[in-house]
């Protein structure tokens, strides 16, 4: 089966670099399934799970927002953040998602609603990416 590059990369670091399969992702306008040819494109990521396919096998990763440049043999992803399954610490996750949700009920004029919206989406991404 033929292959193609994957690399997700953030501000901190290279989180991964392989030969892939199949890199299925949420772009702003939908989903989207990207194997070996596709069409080039470049669209916004929202924050939700990024799936990987190798070898029969199944990767995930937690991408909290970026951007996804698709040409014919490789795909980069340009990540806020994005963390592999195994990687994440679902105690910190759901801490996180307690305090965006204790801001988003709060009666203050002083929350950001927007960014605690965000903080939930990004908590609860990881904790579904993780699976426990």
Same mark, same amino acid.
């Given at each position: 089966?033929? /292959?193609?590059?994957?690399?997700?990369? /953030?501000?901190?670091?290279?989180?991964?670099?392989?030969?892939?399969?199949?890199?299925?992702?949420?772009?702003?306008?939908?989903?989207?399934?990207?194997?070996?040819?596709?069409?080039?494109?470049? /669209?916004?990521?929202?924050?939700?799970?990024?799936?990987?396919?190798?070898?029969?096998? /199944?990767?995930?990763?937690a991408v909290s927002g970026g951007f996804i440049e698709i040409r014919k043999d490789k795909v980069v992803i340009l990540a806020e953040s994005a963390e592999l399954a195994s990687e994440i610490d679902v105690?910190?996750?759901?801490?996180?998602?307690?305090?965006?949700?204790?801001?988003?009920?709060?009666?203050?004029?002083?929350?950001?609603?927007?960014?605690?919206?965000?903080?939930?989406?990004?908590?609860?991404?990881?904790?579904?990416?993780?699976?426990?």
């Amino acid at each position: 089966m033929s /292959t193609l590059l994957l690399e997700i990369v /953030t501000p901190e670091r290279k989180v991964y670099a392989q030969e892939v399969n199949m890199v299925s992702v949420k772009g702003a306008d939908g989903e989207l399934g990207i194997l070996p040819n596709h069409i080039p494109l470049v /669209t916004p990521l929202r924050i939700a799970p990024v799936i990987v396919k190798k070898d029969g096998a /199944t990767e995930k990763f937690a991408v909290s927002g970026g951007f996804i440049e698709i040409r014919k043999d490789k795909v980069v992803i340009l990540a806020e953040s994005a963390e592999l399954a195994s990687e994440i610490d679902v105690d910190r996750a759901e801490a996180a998602k307690h305090r965006a949700q204790d801001r988003l009920n709060a009666k203050s004029d002083h929350v950001d609603f927007k960014r605690a919206e965000l903080a939930l989406q990004r908590a609860i991404n990881r904790i579904n990416v993780n699976g426990k």
